[in-house]
């Protein structure tokens, strides 16, 4: 008795071609991975603190006044123009920082994201605002995972 099987590898080779092509391009990852990225700096810095959570330091007394010559305190003034305040908040006189959040660069397979600000890397290595903890990982990582499953799933091999 003889057995024959025949394997139809076509369908097979389509599905990893497909595979392959998606593989090749992770925008649709990178873009969701990027995006909750961006809200976290915003949420770092609109709370004060790094992105590991921990608070800020606070303002240095010579940052936030002056003293004048007959022993009265004057507030200095800020980058916007507007006085220094004891309700003054770190990274957020004029908002352009947090407002200029973003995609810096977008390709295939990578991303960058920050902003264009001159000053930014500097505030950055004074108050790290940008920057992965733990929970930042896990979520990225979880976003990978999904996109895995999908593609795998879309070319018919699950």
Known sequence: MDLKISIDLKKVNQAFIKLGKEINNLEEPLKTAGGYMI???TKNIVNAVDYKNKPFKKFKLSTLYYTKKDGTKTWKKRA???????????LQDTGQLKQTLD?????KLFIIIGSKKVYADYQNSMRE????NNN????IQL?????SKKIIKQ????
Do not use: C, P, T, V
């Open 143 to 147: 976003i990978f995972d999904n996109y």
């Open 103 to 107: 995609f810096i660069q977008k390709q």
């Open 155 to 158: 070319a018919g091999l699950e």
């Open 136 to 139: 930042n990982k896990k979520r």
């Open 39 to 41: 809200r976290e700096m």
């Open 129 to 132: 605002y940008a920057g992965f």
């Open 80 to 90: 916007s123009g507007r006085r220094y305040s004891a309700q003054s908040k770190l």
